[in-house]
């Protein structure tokens, strides 16, 4: 991303992720953890309770996704994933997982989750790869 002078926090981060926001990419990255778990579905109560939102605010955003054709979700069916959905949801949650090693090992603790989850979405893919191959040398 070239960058002609300086833009708001948010106007970089739609340059860099165009179409989803730092929620959508929480929600995609969950139902991709459920999904591994719960033999490829994910009921809409259960996502709001793993993210601590209303199942409303869960549907809604289900919608959102659906939209994007990155979930399939039926009107009072269940969640998956599509190919597109699940790629990216992988995606995420490695991008998740890099972050949390690297806080915990800078930090010298077991749990970074909530800083975790404030940096994880402003990371662009080429640093995210970098952080892998850093993570893989030490």
């Known amino acids: 991303m070239e960058a002609d002078g300086f833009y708001t926090l948010k106007g970089y981060n739609l340059m860099e992720h165009g179409l989803l ?4 990419e929480d929600y995609l990255e969950m139902i991709y953890r459920m999904q ?9 109560s259960a996502l709001a309770l793993a993210l601590h939102v209303k199942p409303s605010s869960a549907s809604k955003m289900a919608g959102q996704l659906r939209a994007r054709e990155l979930i399939l979700f039926p009107r009072y069916g269940y969640i998956t994933l599509t190919g597109t959905g699940r790629r990216l949801g992988e995606y ?12 915990c090992r800078i930090n010298g603790t ?8 404030k940096i994880e979405h402003f990371l662009s893919p080429r640093t995210v790869e970098n952080l892998e191959r850093f993570l893989k040398e030490l």
């Open 36 to 44: 591994g778990q719960e033999e490829g579905v994910v009921r809409v």
């Open 92 to 103: 995420l949650l490695l991008r998740h997982q890099l972050v949390h090693r690297l806080l």
């Open 110 to 117: 077991q749990n970074e989750l909530e800083e975790c989850e």
């Open 21 to 24: 926001t730092a929620a959508m």
